[in-house]
């Protein structure tokens, strides 16, 4: 089936930096995109979602941006702190004939922040 | 507020040996999931209970898995007759459920099942 992918698998940045990490995505019926955050040992942690309307959604330190034309999807974390070392997940998300279905993970990006 | 819980946090079972795994959701969450993920990978969906609805069960990956829920409140997904490719962490996860907010989830920190 369809499924949701990540272009780099481990991410370095240094403590101040900007980190983007990118995912692509296959199903085109996708309308809703979320971003999770994992620390190890424990569960994903929602950070930010966005629907297939707009293409650009901001939080606190970070951005979404979807890019609809392309299938691809990103997540901006701005002047990274080692804090934000974590596995990050995007996930896709489709409406089914009794309401929402659960998500389709992509395999997750590793950021490492370097003090 | 209480968060999502799992239990047991840890659990070592022999080849062929049925398990249970229960996951306690956060009040009123009408929403429930239960995901695999093994070790260095992404979450695999496994079932999906919306309140009274029927299941979505299009994740279990073969008939030894299954899943049951008490009303909006506790689940147990059970694993029949356990093989070494069990072995994983498998996450508990509520939302408020319907349309609303629906990647919002929350998860609980997981079962790590160990087959030997």
């Known amino acids: 089936g369809e499924s949701v992918g990540l272009h780099l698998p481990t991410l370095s940045v240094q403590e101040g930096d900007n980190s983007i990490i990118n995912c692509a995505y296959s199903n085109s019926a996708s309308d809703y995109f979320i971003w999770y955050k994992q620390e190890s040992g424990k569960g994903p942690q929602f950070i930010i979602d966005?629907?297939?309307?707009?293409d650009k959604r901001q939080g606190q330190r970070v951005t979404v941006l979807l890019n609809k034309t392309v299938k691809h999807l990103s997540l901006q974390i701005a002047a990274t702190q080692p804090g934000d070392s974590a596995v990050y997940f995007c996930a896709e998300n489709i409406a089914g004939p009794t309401g929402r279905r659960a998500l389709t993970f992509g395999s997750g990006t590793r950021l490492q922040v370097q003090p | 507020g209480a968060g999502v819980s799992q239990s047991p946090s840890n659990k070592v079972t022999e080849k062929g040996k049925d398990v249970e795994l229960r996951c306690d959701p956060i009040s009123g969450h009408t929403a429930l999931y239960w995901y695999r993920q093994r070790l260095g990978q992404g979450l695999e969906f496994l079932i999906y209970f919306q309140g009274n609805s029927a299941p979505d069960k299009s994740g279990l990956p073969s008939d030894r898995f299954s899943a049951e829920r008490t009303g909006e409140s506790v689940s147990t997904l059970t694993i029949q007759r356990t093989q070494q490719e069990d072995s994983a962490v498998y996450l508990c996860?509520?939302?408020?459920?319907?349309?609303?907010?629906?990647?919002?989830?929350?998860f609980g920190p997981g079962t790590r099942l160990t087959v030997t």
């Open positions: 996860a509520s939302s408020p459920g319907g349309d609303r907010t629906p990647g919002e989830q929350y």
């Open positions: 966005i629907r297939s309307n707009m």
